[in-house]
C-alpha cells in the first residue's frame, strides 16, 4: 500500500463514523444512501434511512411505488428532485435489468441519475471494486496532498483523468470500501475545506501542503466562491429560490388536492408574501412542474390546487 492509503486506513480504523449505510453491502441500501447524502448532511439522512427503508424495504417495492409517494417519503432531505432520479434508477433496474444493480461503472453510468462520481461509489462500496469515487471531499486531499495547495479553478479534461487515476493508484487491494470511507471521514473531519488540521494529521510528514499552509495560509488556502443563486428577499434576508421551492413541495406534501387563495398560499411559502410576489410564485410552481415534481391548477385565478405528478 502507498503511504497515504496505510496511514489513511490506520487513523480510519480508530476514527470512523458509525453510520447505518457502512453496515451493509446490499446494493440497494448502498444505491439509496448515495442519492440521499447528494448535497445533503449526513446527520440529516441517518435521520431518514431507516425511515425511508421501512417504507420500501426492496428494490421492487421502491419501483412499484408512485412517484408522489417516493417524494413524500422524502420529506427533511431537501433536492426533491433526487427522488424522482432515484425513482426513474430502480424502475430502470428492476424493468430491465431483473432487480440486479451493475457492478462496474460503464454500466451504472448508463441509468438515471448517475454520474462519475456515483458510478464509482456504488461499484467502490457495495461492490468493493477498485473503482475511483472522487467527490468535493476527495479532489481535495489528493490536490492538496500532491500539489500542496487547494484547487483554484475547475479542472480540465486531462487533469481531472490524472486525478482519477492518482486515486486508483492509491486504492489497497481488496480495501476500496474502506479507503473510500476513510476519505471522506478524513475531509470531514481532518481535511476540512476551511480550517484544516494539519497539526495533528497522520500524514503530515508526506503531506506537500502542510508546510506551505503553516507559512502561507492565505495563499494556499482557496475557497471557491460559492455560485450566485437566484432567489428574492424576505423580511429583509436573501432566501435561495431552492428554499422556496423546498416549502411548495412540503406545502403539497400536507396539503395535496386541497383549493387554498394564492393570499393563503403565498404567506405560507413566503412570509412577507404580497400580491406583487404572484408571478414569481407562479413560475416557480411552473419551475416544479416541469422537474415533473408537482402539478397545480388555479380557480378563478384566484386559487391553487397542488398535486403530485403521477
Same mark, same amino acid.
Given at each position: 500500500?502507498?503511504?497515504?492509503?496505510?496511514?489513511?486506513?490506520?487513523?480510519? !480504523?480508530?476514527?470512523?463514523?458509525?453510520?447505518?449505510?457502512? %453496515?451493509?453491502?446490499?446494493?440497494?441500501?448502498?444505491?439509496?444512501?448515495?442519492?440521499?447524502?447528494?448535497?445533503?448532511?449526513?446527520?440529516?439522512?441517518?435521520?431518514?434511512?431507516?425511515? =425511508?427503508?421501512?417504507?420500501?424495504?426492496?428494490?421492487?417495492?421502491?419501483?412499484?411505488?408512485?412517484?408522489?409517494?417516493?417524494?413524500?417519503?422524502?420529506?427533511? /432531505?431537501?433536492?426533491?428532485?433526487?427522488?424522482? /432520479?432515484?425513482?426513474?434508477?430502480?424502475?430502470?433496474?428492476?424493468?430491465?435489468?431483473?432487480?440486479?444493480?451493475?457492478?462496474?461503472?460503464?454500466?451504472?453510468?448508463? /441509468?438515471?441519475?448517475?454520474?462519475?462520481?456515483?458510478?464509482?461509489?456504488?461499484?467502490?462500496?457495495?461492490?468493493? /471494486?477498485?473503482?475511483?469515487?472522487?467527490?468535493?471531499?476527495?479532489?481535495?486531499? =489528493?490536490?492538496?496532498?500532491?500539489?500542496?495547495?487547494?484547487?483554484?479553478?475547475?479542472?480540465?479534461?486531462?487533469e481531472e483523468e490524472q486525478l482519477w487515476t492518482l486515486v486508483r493508484g492509491n486504492i489497497p487491494k481488496l480495501k476500496s470500501s474502506d479507503f473510500h470511507n476513510a476519505l471522506m471521514d478524513f475531509g470531514?473531519?481532518?481535511?476540512? %475545506?476551511?480550517?484544516?488540521?494539519?497539526?495533528?494529521?497522520?500524514?503530515?510528514? !508526506?503531506?506537500?501542503?502542510?508546510?506551505?499552509?503553516?507559512?502561507?495560509?492565505?495563499?494556499?488556502?482557496?475557497?471557491?466562491?460559492?455560485?450566485?443563486?437566484?432567489?428574492?428577499?424576505?423580511?429583509?434576508?436573501?432566501?435561495?429560490?431552492?428554499? =422556496? %421551492?423546498?416549502?411548495?413541495?412540503?406545502?403539497?406534501?400536507?396539503?395535496?388536492?386541497? !383549493?387554498?387563495?394564492?393570499?393563503? =398560499?403565498?404567506?405560507?411559502?413566503?412570509?412577507?408574501?404580497?400580491?406583487?410576489?404572484?408571478?414569481?410564485?407562479?413560475?416557480?410552481?411552473?419551475?416544479?412542474?416541469?422537474?415533473?415534481?408537482?402539478?397545480?391548477?388555479?380557480?378563478?385565478?384566484?386559487?391553487?390546487?397542488?398535486?403530485?405528478?403521477?
Open positions: 500500500m502507498s503511504i497515504l492509503s496505510t496511514a489513511l486506513l490506520e487513523w480510519y !480504523s480508530v476514527n470512523k463514523r458509525d453510520l447505518p449505510w457502512r %453496515r451493509t453491502t446490499d446494493p440497494y441500501h448502498v444505491v439509496v444512501s448515495e442519492f440521499m447524502l447528494q448535497q445533503t448532511q449526513v446527520s440529516r439522512v441517518v435521520e431518514k434511512y431507516h425511515e =425511508f427503508f421501512l417504507l420500501f424495504p426492496t428494490i421492487q417495492s421502491l419501483a412499484a411505488a408512485s412517484p408522489a409517494e417516493v417524494i413524500k417519503a422524502w420529506s427533511g /432531505l431537501g433536492y426533491n428532485r433526487r427522488a424522482l /432520479l432515484l425513482h426513474r434508477f430502480v424502475r430502470e433496474v428492476v424493468e430491465k435489468r431483473g432487480g440486479v444493480i451493475p457492478s462496474v461503472p460503464e454500466e451504472l453510468i448508463l /441509468l438515471p441519475g448517475v454520474g462519475s462520481y456515483m458510478a464509482g461509489s456504488i461499484a467502490s462500496f457495495a461492490f468493493n /471494486l477498485p473503482e475511483p469515487a472522487v467527490d468535493v471531499n476527495v479532489r481535495r486531499i =489528493f490536490y492538496r496532498y500532491v500539489h500542496g495547495k487547494d484547487q483554484g479553478k475547475p479542472l480540465g479534461r486531462k470531514s473531519l481532518v481535511c476540512t %475545506r476551511d480550517s484544516p488540521s494539519c497539526a495533528s494529521c497522520p500524514l503530515r510528514s !508526506s503531506c506537500s501542503f502542510v508546510s506551505l499552509y503553516e507559512a502561507q495560509k492565505e495563499k494556499v488556502l482557496y475557497v471557491m466562491e460559492k455560485r450566485q443563486e437566484k432567489g428574492m428577499m424576505e423580511n429583509g434576508k436573501f432566501v435561495p429560490n431552492r428554499i =422556496f %421551492r423546498g416549502r411548495i413541495v412540503e406545502f403539497a406534501r400536507q396539503n395535496e388536492h386541497r !383549493s387554498f387563495s394564492f393570499a393563503v =398560499f403565498g404567506k405560507v411559502i413566503k412570509k412577507d408574501y404580497t400580491n406583487c410576489d404572484r408571478e414569481w410564485l407562479l413560475l416557480l410552481c411552473k419551475t416544479l412542474q416541469e422537474d415533473h415534481l408537482l402539478t397545480f391548477s388555479l380557480e378563478n385565478n384566484d386559487s391553487i390546487i397542488l398535486r403530485f405528478s403521477p
